[in-house]
């Protein structure tokens, strides 16, 4: 399968905004963006004049694909998959991101990155309701209980993880019992308790062409 290879900072540089696709590192003094606050590359400092609105539009699509890791074509399901559904296209497809089971995972604290969930996942340490899952897009449902299992609960990036867990904020539609290293979907999140600073419907315009 495809997969992004190159230095993950160069995305955050790129879209000129943090997608914090390293883990605490983003939330450091360590992080490319607060050093080189410019797109990578040999003409990253050039002064650029205004963007078109495709390119606005383009910008915030790569921003929310590249945030939650996803091929284009994986996010172009998603958006089909939106606008098949009742509702709002935008917040539709916000929440079938937010549902996927890496997310949930990250969004936990059980990892410190997405790209770290979805590797564990894949290897088998994580189960959905007492049943191992080994698919990073499995979509989670209201009342499911995610945690790793029981024979990987002793694995040093999930203890490590469990170290700051107290340190990250909680999104309201997630109950996380740190004790029983455990956590459940209360309900399918709105919008507004989603923390992704981006335009969604954006990515409607533009795939709306």
């Known amino acids: 399968m495809a997969r992004y290879r190159d230095a993950k900072c160069k995305l955050c540089r790129r879209e000129g905004t943090k997608l914090f696709l390293k883990g605490d590192r983003c939330s450091s003094n360590k ?18 004049g205004k963007p078109s609105k495709y390119n606005i539009q383009l910008r915030e699509k790569q921003k929310i694909r590249r945030m939650y890791g996803l091929l284009e074509a994986q996010f172009h399901n998603y958006f089909v998959k939106a606008a098949q559904q009742k509702g709002v296209t935008g917040t539709n497809l916000l929440q079938l991101l937010e549902r996927r089971l890496d997310n949930i995972v990250f969004r936990m604290g059980f990892c410190a990155s997405r790209s770290m969930a979805r590797q564990l996942i894949r290897h088998g340490h994580f189960q959905v ?47 996380i019992d740190a004790n029983k290293m455990e956590g459940e979907l209360l309900e399918i999140p709105s919008r507004d308790a989603i923390p992704v600073p981006m335009n969604e419907q954006m990515v409607v315009e533009l795939y709306s062409k």
């Open 31 to 48: 992080c490319a963006i607060e050093k080189r606050d410019y797109p990578p590359g040999q003409h990253g400092r050039r002064r650029r």
């Open 129 to 175: 309701s007492g049943t191992k899952v080994n698919i990073p897009s499995f979509l989670v449902s209201p009342g499911d209980r995610v945690g790793p299992r029981e024979k990987s609960r002793s694995l040093f990036v999930i203890q490590e993880s469990m170290k700051n867990i107290d340190s990250r904020s909680v999104v309201p539609y997630l109950n």
